[in-house]
């Protein structure tokens, strides 16, 4: 069983930053892909970014590319998501999700587990 919690969340101007942070509890940290997806209001769950389990490998959704960047300490059982550049498009719940087959991948279902999410609000 893992146990996921994200932080960091809050509400910052278009072209601020913020760090995302999720804690992971359960099965060993260092095995798992790990995935960041966001849902506005009104819209579907929608991918952000994953690493695998080394950290050898991240994606990005097109959107988020060269403004956000995945992340993963696995001493701390802890992945990032640092966020900067922001838009008011961006504003959404992020959740975090842990994939235990090690990729990280882009679509939701390949995931298995995933927090409670963390409010972002953009304002322009």
């Known amino acids: 069983q893992v146990q996921l919690v994200e932080s960091g969340g809050g509400l910052v101007q278009a072209g601020g930053s913020l760090r995302l942070s999720c804690a992971h509890s359960g099965r060993t940290f260092s095995m798992n892909g790990m995935g960041w997806f966001r849902q506005a209001p009104g819209k579907e769950r929608e991918f952000v970014a994953a690493?695998?389990?080394?950290?050898?490998?991240?994606y990005y959704a097109d959107s988020v590319k060269g403004r956000f960047t995945i992340s993963r300490d696995n001493a701390k059982s802890t992945v990032y998501l640092q966020m900067n550049s922001l838009k008011p498009e961006d504003t959404a719940v992020y959740y975090c999700?842990?994939?235990?087959?090690?990729?990280?991948?882009?679509?939701?279902?390949?995931?298995?587990?995933w927090g409670q999410g963390t409010q972002v609000t953009v304002s322009s």
């Open positions: 999700a842990a994939d235990v087959r090690g990729a990280g991948a882009i679509a939701s279902r390949a995931y298995d587990y």
């Open positions: 690493i695998s389990w080394s950290g050898g490998a991240t």
